[in-house]
């Protein structure tokens, strides 16, 4: 059992580090549909007895994470122009670096956080971490609104990493609501990107620079 | 109860929804507020006992931010009303919508028991609040849109780690994870430490960041910049104060757990940082809403320094959210309809506001005169009760600082609101057709009586509803 969840998120951390070294966007958001599907079937591993619930949670967050909202990004793509990240705030060899970095700091930083038994050998906190230090990384290295979208995805992924932890303990209600929020944040961005290309005619963020000090 | 407070401004929200008048939907608003103040008063005067495994249920913590929200709602409603008039060249349909959507959201926060239906509820009042900031459609206005939800998006994302956090270091107890209030205060001390103090940490940086605790503040003067007046005072009255209880409720347990040193040092720093930003910022400060953005910076200082400062600084920080709330409706409201008369809002175009627009002029300096802590207004009782606590919590250190910073900001700000309202107003602003009227002078008179209320005689059951919040949050029954 734990073998598997841990290949898996073996494989979640290596697609982390494949999202920074990338400068398509298209390949960023096929990166982090490809993170957002494999993290839906975590359920699957992590229960015991498959349920109903547990299938339609499964289902629905594939279906979010894996299809809607790339689906959502690829279109914006589509009315846009730009095709590349360039001259992100540091280089993409460097990004995967510091991408690689995080994800050791995240290794040694679990290990001061004791874990519960049923937990103990699985890699589950250390790749939270790393994931949610990999959103932070792009959300603040890159300047396409496109790019910084799919940074908070990544952020997002890291999160839900973490909450599998307690999905024996909390309510559906609260993962529900999660998906939820989660659905209604991408879509309002969705909606600003859109704006800000009409207004801009760019989606380049630093061209957002008319309020400072 | 707690149904009906929420899902009545829900209904009223889909009711201005298909409502195809932009003359009359406006009237929606002042309605839910007067209903949402009736039925707060309602609620504030019974004294029921508070159920321990409802997830919706009103503690005295939830008293304090439901009476700010419901009082600022109550006078921004009907300010409201008056501005979409002057603004008939808009449609005024999604400003509706989410203003109403807002109440609803702010109430469920405010009434909820459980950790995780509270950060719901907070995450939704960054989605409805952010069509509120984009309402004039400008480039600009896009642009603080965007900042505002992409920060706030992160900030409130941590939070749910936090949160997930505080769930685990529960399970790691081997108790039932539980992410209701009561349980977690309940048993605290048996809480996982290492797991305690990084959802503490993730739980402050992330509802800092929707309070504008420095350095996470930086999408506010943007937002509050670019929002009508109205949204102002709504979010740095409203949203404010409702990301403030999360951060009691995190408090609250980690005193609960025996952690108040950890916390505390924390906290202190947060909040002398962020009034330190506050003052560097205002000092030279050309732009109105930008100014009161920093001071509101400021404020949420005060108010974390407070918790930080523990039992002596509580009484005071719990009265400051209120008199806060209140004081920056006077001084958002007043801004706009500066604005308005003089389209501009930069302090080097706009001179004379006591001439061009005697109350909104007057209210204007007033408000600055109260936030800043000038007697009689009620600010001045609240940052008094802070300061005081500094020193009786032994840390004179603080206490010099915080009014070191305090004479800072008055400087700044007192330079600025000056500028604004002393001399000769240009022709171009007496050209303008913008006269303050009923709707939209009334409502800052309001809360000018609420804040010298405050000030003057300090009402008892306000006392009472904050001295129970205290002994709440140390643990009494």
């Known amino acids: 059992m734990s073998n598997s969840l841990n290949s898996l998120l073996v494989m979640v951390l290596m697609l982390n580090l494949f999202a920074l070294g990338t400068s398509r966007i298209s390949s960023v958001i096929r990166t982090v549909a490809m993170q957002g599907a494999l993290l839906g079937t975590l359920p699957l591993m992590l229960h015991g007895h498959i349920s109903i619930g547990v299938v339609f949670i499964v289902a629905l967050t594939i279906a979010l994470k894996g299809v809607i909202i790339p689906g959502m990004m690829n279109r914006a793509l589509r009315d846009i122009k730009i095709r590349r990240e360039v001259e992100p705030l540091i280089g993409f060899q460097s990004s995967v670096m510091l991408g690689a970095l995080g994800a050791i700091s995240a290794l040694l930083f679990a290990g001061l956080l004791p874990l519960a038994p049923q937990h103990a050998d699985t890699l589950m906190v250390p790749a939270a971490i790393a994931t949610v230090l990999t959103g932070f990384i792009l959300l603040i290295t890159r300047f396409k609104a496109l790019t910084q979208v799919m940074g908070y995805l990544v952020l997002e992924n890291g999160i839900y990493i973490f909450g599998m932890l307690l999905v024996d303990a909390m309510p559906l209600v609260v993962e529900m609501g999660v998906l939820l929020d989660l659905f209604v944040a991408i879509f309002v961005i969705c909606i600003i990107v859109n704006r800000i290309n009409q207004a801009f005619s760019s989606l380049d963020t630093r061209r957002l620079a008319a309020l400072k000090e | 109860m707690a149904f009906f407070f929420i899902f009545y401004p829900v209904v009223m929200a889909a009711l201005a929804a298909l409502i195809p008048s932009d003359r009359?939907?406006?009237?929606?608003l002042p309605l839910a507020g007067t209903l949402h103040a009736v039925l707060t008063g309602c609620v504030l005067a019974r004294q029921d006992p508070l159920s321990e495994t409802a997830w919706l249920a009103l503690d005295p913590l939830g008293k304090v931010i439901l009476l700010v929200v419901s009082l600022l709602f109550l006078f921004c409603s009907y300010y409201a009303a008056g501005y979409l008039r002057l603004r008939g060249e808009?449609?005024?349909?999604v400003f509706c919508v989410c203003l109403l959507a807002f109440l609803g959201v702010a109430s469920l926060a405010a009434w909820s028991r459980h950790l995780g239906l509270q950060w719901v509820a907070i995450e939704a009042t960054t989605l409805v609040t952010a069509p509120l900031i984009f309402f004039n459609r400008t480039q600009r206005s896009v642009e603080a849109t965007w900042k505002y939800m992409v920060v706030c998006s992160v900030g409130i994302a941590l939070a749910l780690l936090g949160t997930f956090f505080l769930a685990y270091s529960a399970l790691h107890a081997e108790h039932e994870a539980s992410l209701m209030v009561h349980d977690l205060v309940q048993h605290a001390p048996k809480l996982s430490k290492p797991w305690l103090h990084a959802a503490f940490v993730l739980l402050l940086v992330g509802y800092g960041t929707k309070m504008g605790l420095a350095p996470m503040h930086t999408w506010k003067p943007d937002a509050y910049g670019e929002a009508p007046g109205v949204i102002g005072a709504i979010l740095a009255g409203g949203v404010t104060s409702c990301a403030f209880l999360a951060l009691l409720r995190a408090?609250?347990?980690?005193?609960?757990?025996g952690e108040a040193p950890f916390v505390s040092r924390l906290l202190v720093f947060m909040?002398?940082?962020?009034?330190?930003?506050?003052?560097?910022?205002?000092?030279?400060?050309?732009?109105m809403k930008r100014m009161l953005a920093y001071s509101s910076v400021e404020h949420m200082g005060f108010l974390v320094l407070g918790l930080g400062l523990g039992a002596p600084a509580l009484f005071g920080t719990l009265l400051h959210v209120v008199n806060n709330g209140l004081t920056k409706g006077i001084l958002f409201l007043s801004a706009g309809n500066i604005h308005r008369a003089y389209n501009s809002k930069s302090t080097e175009q706009v001179s004379g506001a006591m001439r061009r627009l005697p109350l909104s002029g007057t209210l204007f300096l007033t408000g600055f005169l109260a936030i800043t802590g000038s007697p009689p207004f009620g600010p001045f009782i609240s940052e008094f009760m802070i300061l005081n606590g500094a020193f009786a919590a032994g840390h004179a250190v603080v206490g010099a600082l915080f009014l070191v910073l305090l004479l800072v900001v008055f400087i700044g700000m007192g330079a600025a609101v000056l500028k604004v309202v002393q001399g000769r107003p240009s022709s171009a602003a007496r050209g303008t057709s913008y006269r303050d009227s009923l709707l939209t002078g009334a409502p800052m008179l309001g809360l000018l009586a609420v804040v010298v209320l405050i000030g003057v005689v300090l009402p008892a059951p306000l006392a009472a509803l904050i001295t129970d919040a205290v002994h709440f949050l140390e643990g009494q029954p």
């Open chain 2, 24 to 28: 009359w939907r406006p009237w929606l």
């Open chain 2, 90 to 93: 808009r449609p005024n349909r």
């Open chain 2, 251 to 257: 408090y609250h347990i980690c005193v609960a757990a």
């Open chain 2, 271 to 287: 909040g002398l940082f962020s009034m330190a930003v506050a003052g560097l910022f205002m000092v030279g400060q050309r732009d």
